[in-house]
DNA sequence: GCCAACGTTGGC
DNA sequence: GCCAACGTTGGC
Protein backbone atom coordinates (compact mmCIF):
# COMPACT_ATOMS: atom_id res chain seq x y z
CA UNK A 1 0.00 0.00 0.00
CA UNK A 2 1.24 3.17 -0.87
CA UNK A 3 1.34 6.54 1.56
CA UNK A 4 -0.58 9.52 -0.41
CA UNK A 5 0.31 13.22 0.11
CA UNK A 6 -1.17 15.92 -1.09
CA UNK A 7 0.10 17.46 -4.04
CA UNK A 8 2.89 20.12 -3.99
CA UNK A 9 4.45 22.70 -5.98
CA UNK A 10 7.63 23.75 -7.16
CA UNK A 11 8.88 26.07 -9.44
CA UNK A 12 11.90 24.94 -11.93
CA UNK A 13 14.43 27.93 -13.07
CA UNK A 14 15.83 26.74 -16.64
CA UNK A 15 17.99 29.14 -19.14
CA UNK A 16 15.65 29.00 -22.29
CA UNK A 17 18.84 28.67 -23.97
CA UNK A 18 19.27 25.24 -22.96
CA UNK A 19 15.70 24.14 -22.16
CA UNK A 20 12.50 26.66 -22.84
CA UNK A 21 9.10 26.04 -22.43
CA UNK A 22 8.53 25.80 -26.16
CA UNK A 23 10.88 22.96 -26.12
CA UNK A 24 9.63 21.31 -23.41
CA UNK A 25 6.58 21.58 -25.13
CA UNK A 26 7.67 19.83 -28.54
CA UNK A 27 9.14 16.67 -26.49
CA UNK A 28 6.59 16.31 -23.92
CA UNK A 29 8.52 15.33 -21.56
CA UNK A 30 12.76 16.22 -20.13
CA UNK A 31 14.69 15.04 -17.71
CA UNK A 32 15.68 17.76 -15.64
CA UNK A 33 19.30 17.31 -15.79
CA UNK A 34 21.97 19.73 -14.62
CA UNK A 35 21.29 20.68 -11.43
CA UNK A 36 24.65 20.67 -9.43
CA UNK A 37 23.18 22.25 -5.90
CA UNK A 38 22.39 20.07 -3.22
CA UNK A 39 19.29 21.61 -1.70
CA UNK A 40 17.94 21.87 -5.29
CA UNK A 41 18.77 18.34 -5.93
CA UNK A 42 17.56 16.79 -2.28
CA UNK A 43 13.73 18.47 -3.04
CA UNK A 44 14.32 16.62 -6.19
CA UNK A 45 15.46 13.28 -4.51
CA UNK A 46 13.54 13.20 -1.21
CA UNK A 47 10.33 15.78 -1.76
CA UNK A 48 8.91 14.94 -5.27
CA UNK A 49 6.25 13.33 -5.70
CA UNK A 50 4.53 12.34 -9.56
CA UNK A 51 1.94 14.55 -10.42
CA UNK A 52 3.53 17.70 -8.26
CA UNK A 53 2.61 21.07 -10.01
CA UNK A 54 5.43 22.50 -11.65
CA UNK A 55 6.00 26.82 -12.61
CA UNK A 56 8.22 26.59 -15.03
CA UNK A 57 10.41 29.70 -15.35
CA UNK A 58 12.91 30.99 -17.30
CA UNK A 59 16.17 32.44 -15.84
CA UNK A 60 19.02 34.21 -17.16
CA UNK A 61 17.34 35.76 -20.70
CA UNK A 62 15.89 39.06 -22.00
CA UNK A 63 12.37 38.68 -19.70
CA UNK A 64 12.73 36.10 -16.99
CA UNK A 65 9.16 34.95 -15.38
CA UNK A 66 7.20 32.41 -15.36
CA UNK A 67 6.43 30.87 -18.81
CA UNK A 68 4.63 27.70 -18.01
CA UNK A 69 3.15 24.92 -16.08
CA UNK A 70 4.36 22.00 -15.91
CA UNK A 71 4.14 18.19 -13.77
CA UNK A 72 6.45 16.16 -12.31
CA UNK A 73 6.26 12.64 -13.92
CA UNK A 74 8.65 10.50 -12.82
CA UNK A 75 10.25 9.15 -9.44
CA UNK A 76 14.01 10.41 -9.20
CA UNK A 77 16.85 8.29 -10.39
CA UNK A 78 20.94 9.82 -11.11
CA UNK A 79 21.33 12.16 -13.88
CA UNK A 80 23.31 10.32 -16.48
CA UNK A 81 25.28 13.51 -17.29
CA UNK A 82 27.44 13.30 -14.22
CA UNK A 83 28.51 10.43 -15.86
CA UNK A 84 29.54 11.93 -19.05
CA UNK A 85 33.30 13.15 -19.32
CA UNK A 86 31.54 15.46 -22.49
CA UNK A 87 29.30 17.12 -20.39
CA UNK A 88 29.34 20.50 -19.17
CA UNK A 89 27.94 18.30 -15.92
CA UNK A 90 30.22 15.67 -15.53
CA UNK A 91 31.17 15.31 -11.96
CA UNK A 92 34.23 12.32 -11.85
CA UNK A 93 33.55 12.57 -8.38
CA UNK A 94 30.49 10.86 -8.41
CA UNK A 95 30.29 7.01 -8.68
CA UNK A 96 27.85 4.75 -10.82
CA UNK A 97 27.72 3.19 -7.35
CA UNK A 98 26.94 5.96 -5.21
CA UNK A 99 25.51 8.76 -7.53
CA UNK A 100 25.95 12.04 -6.02
CA UNK A 101 23.23 13.75 -8.72
CA UNK A 102 19.60 12.78 -8.94
CA UNK A 103 16.52 14.31 -11.02
CA UNK A 104 12.98 13.85 -11.96
CA UNK A 105 11.44 14.06 -15.54
CA UNK A 106 8.91 16.92 -16.01
CA UNK A 107 6.27 17.05 -18.24
CA UNK A 108 4.54 19.54 -20.26
CA UNK A 109 1.04 20.74 -19.01
CA UNK A 110 1.00 24.32 -20.70
CA UNK A 111 2.41 27.17 -21.59
CA UNK A 112 1.31 30.63 -20.30
CA UNK A 113 1.34 34.37 -21.39
CA UNK A 114 5.02 35.24 -19.74
CA UNK A 115 4.59 36.68 -15.81
CA UNK A 116 7.91 38.63 -16.21
CA UNK A 117 9.60 38.86 -12.57
CA UNK A 118 8.63 42.38 -11.70
CA UNK A 119 5.05 41.39 -12.89
CA UNK A 120 5.14 38.76 -9.70
CA UNK A 121 6.63 41.56 -7.46
CA UNK A 122 3.90 43.32 -7.37
CA UNK A 123 1.44 40.97 -5.60
CA UNK A 124 1.13 40.95 -1.77
CA UNK A 125 0.23 37.47 -2.08
CA UNK A 126 3.69 36.54 -3.52
CA UNK A 127 5.19 38.40 -1.46
CA UNK A 128 6.92 35.49 0.72
CA UNK A 129 7.53 33.49 -2.33
CA UNK A 130 11.23 31.81 -2.56
CA UNK A 131 11.82 32.30 -5.55
CA UNK A 132 12.04 36.21 -5.17
CA UNK A 133 13.64 36.68 -1.90
CA UNK A 134 16.56 39.12 -2.00
CA UNK A 135 19.84 37.23 -3.50
CA UNK A 136 17.46 33.63 -4.10
CA UNK A 137 19.52 31.94 -6.52
CA UNK A 138 18.24 28.11 -5.93
CA UNK A 139 17.33 27.27 -9.33
CA UNK A 140 14.26 24.78 -7.91
CA UNK A 141 12.21 25.71 -4.88
CA UNK A 142 8.83 25.27 -3.21
CA UNK A 143 5.53 27.04 -3.80
CA UNK A 144 2.75 26.88 -1.57
CA UNK A 145 -0.56 25.80 -2.84
CA UNK A 146 -2.07 29.48 -1.81
CA UNK A 147 0.82 31.19 -4.08
CA UNK A 148 0.22 28.01 -6.78
CA UNK A 149 -3.49 28.99 -6.65
CA UNK A 150 -3.09 32.49 -7.11
CA UNK A 151 -0.95 32.56 -9.56
CA UNK A 152 -2.39 29.59 -11.81
CA UNK A 153 -6.19 31.27 -10.77
CA UNK A 154 -5.44 34.88 -11.27
CA UNK A 155 -2.33 35.53 -13.17
CA UNK A 156 -2.95 32.88 -15.83
CA UNK A 157 -6.36 34.16 -16.38
C1' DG B 1 29.80 43.69 -17.82
C1' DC B 2 28.76 44.54 -12.99
C1' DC B 3 27.95 42.96 -8.67
C1' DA B 4 25.18 41.10 -4.59
C1' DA B 5 24.43 36.93 -2.56
C1' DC B 6 25.67 32.69 -1.28
C1' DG B 7 27.63 27.85 -1.90
C1' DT B 8 31.99 25.28 -1.95
C1' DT B 9 36.78 24.41 -1.14
C1' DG B 10 40.77 23.90 1.34
C1' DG B 11 44.39 25.53 4.59
C1' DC B 12 44.99 25.78 9.28
C1' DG C 1 35.41 23.60 12.94
C1' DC C 2 36.64 28.23 11.27
C1' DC C 3 36.88 31.27 7.67
C1' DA C 4 39.15 33.49 3.61
C1' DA C 5 39.29 32.85 -1.13
C1' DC C 6 37.09 31.57 -4.95
C1' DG C 7 33.31 30.24 -8.12
C1' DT C 8 28.51 30.52 -9.62
C1' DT C 9 23.92 32.36 -10.20
C1' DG C 10 21.12 35.51 -12.13
C1' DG C 11 19.00 40.19 -12.26
C1' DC C 12 20.03 44.49 -13.98
Given amino acids: MSTTRARQYWLMKSEPDEASIDDL ?3 GTLPWTGVRNYQARNFMRDQMRI ?3 VLFYHSSCPEPGIAGLAEVCSQPYPDPT ?3 PESDYFDKASKPEDPRWSL ?3 R ?3 KSALIALPAL ?3 EALADMVVLRRGNRLSITPVTAAEWRFITGKLMK
Avoid: N, S, W
Fill in 121 to 123: REH
Fill in 104 to 106: VDV
Fill in 25 to 27: AEK
Fill in 82 to 84: QFD
Fill in 51 to 53: GDG
Fill in 108 to 110: FVG
